[in-house]
């Protein structure tokens, strides 16, 4: 069975850029598969950042983008800030109307 | 405001039944697509699955279907998850989400979660 990946964990330094990126262990990434990406700090639902690829949900700020790179779905957060510290999960759209959730990425600002 | 409200914090044991409910507010609960979204203790999001309250159209992860059965009552704007028979295994939080307009597949509203434990 085809499987979403995610980078385990990352860090970025304050201010810094980073891009997580979700990928299939058996393909490409397109924009077919609707990619969206999440963020979810401990004890919290999840929060919706990104949609269809690269559009933002509503009242997510600008620094958060999402793009296809190469054969995967990328999340690229600019300008690190300390409270963007969370996981982070991509799901990607794998027909049937079935969806899949990446494993997350514990992203660490230091 | 969309609004999810899901149903309290479950404690049960081993082989006892149990549903859990998402009652949507504030748009159209039977032309949306709603989901659940399970998170075991110290693990990820897992896609359980959806449905469609309007007609009750339901589709499952292959890794759920036959485990949990997901239902809605339109008339009350409400879905539910159930299990026959739980597992220790089934210890998680569970969320329900509602589906985005548009065929993008995403989940834009969250309700808070269901916190369900199941021990002997």
């Known amino acids: 069975q085809t499987v979403v990946t995610q980078e385990p964990s990352f860090s970025v330094s304050p201010g810094g850029t980073v891009t997580l990126t979700c990928g299939l262990s058996?393909?490409?990434?397109?924009?077919?598969?609707?990619p969206s990406w999440y963020q979810q700090t401990p004890g919290q639902a999840p929060r919706t950042l990104i949609y269809?690829?690269?559009t933002r949900s509503s009242g997510v700020p600008d620094r958060f983008s999402g793009s296809i790179l190469g054969n995967k779905a990328a999340l690229t957060i600019t300008g690190a800030q300390a409270d963007d510290e969370s996981d982070y999960y991509c799901v990607l759209y794998m027909g049937s109307d079935i969806s899949m959730f990446g494993g997350g990425t514990k992203l660490t600002v230091l | 405001e969309v609004q999810l409200v899901q149903s309290g914090v479950e404690v049960k044991k081993p082989g006892e039944s149990l549903k859990i409910s998402c009652k949507g507010s504030g748009y159209s609960f039977t032309n949306d697509w709603i989901g659940w979204v399970r998170q075991m203790p110290g693990k990820g999001l897992e896609w359980m699955g959806i449905?469609?309250?309007?007609?009750?159209?339901?589709r499952y992860s292959p890794s759920f279907q036959g485990q949990v059965t997901i239902s809605a009552d339109k008339s009350i704007n409400t879905a539910y998850m159930q299990w026959s028979s739980l597992k220790a295994s089934d210890t998680a939080m569970y969320y329900c989400?509602?589906?985005?307009?548009?065929?993008?597949?995403?989940?834009?509203?969250w309700g808070r979660g269901t916190l369900v434990t199941v021990s002997s």
């Open positions: 449905i469609y309250p309007g007609d009750s159209d339901t």
């Open positions: 989400a509602r589906v985005g307009r548009g065929s993008y597949w995403y989940f834009d509203f």
């Open positions: 058996s393909g490409s990434v397109s924009t077919s598969h609707y």
């Open positions: 269809n690829t690269n």
